[in-house]
């Protein structure tokens, strides 16, 4: 399996390490992209290895393209849209080998890693455009003064 990566940061200091670590012919930095859509279609897995998030809008995209996430357990963020085992995969917060581990685990069972994508797309559709503005409505009806 070809490992791409699609992130921001140092490209030398991470094409250097691939190199490094001898993983040139398997791990490709690719360059931004006008059409996010197709690199979600393309994806089998999506990794967010950020240690601290609010609401990260790119887990409900990957979600919504059938992607499912392993991603650290951070203090809030992922853990609100991820169900451990469900439709994606939290590990400790900052455990570097449960992140690789929840990676290859999803890598070498396809039909879970499967599974998790279907339930991904169906799980993320709790945050459609309809069903917030419904849940907005609920809050200002429910604090509507009494007449």
Do not use: H
């Amino acid at each position: 399996m070809d490992i791409k990566n699609l992130w921001g940061g140092d490209r030398a200091m991470y094409l250097s390490m691939v190199k490094e670590l001898g993983l040139s012919g398997s791990c490709f930095l690719e360059n931004g992209t006008a059409s996010i859509a197709e690199k979600y279609d393309d994806s089998s897995i999506f990794v967010l290895s950020s240690r601290y998030e609010g609401f990260p809008l790119v887990l409900g995209e990957t979600m919504a393209y059938g992607v499912p996430p392993v991603s650290f357990m951070c203090p809030c963020g992922p853990r609100d849209i991820i169900v451990d085992g469900q439709n994606g995969l939290l590990v400790e917060n900052g455990n570097i080998k449960q992140l690789a581990d929840g990676i290859c685990l999803l890598i070498e069972d396809e039909a879970r890693r499967k599974e998790m994508g279907k339930n991904a797309r169906n799980d993320v559709r709790k945050f459609d455009l309809e069903n917030i503005a419904k849940q907005w409505q609920q809050l200002f009806e429910s604090i509507r003064p009494v007449e």
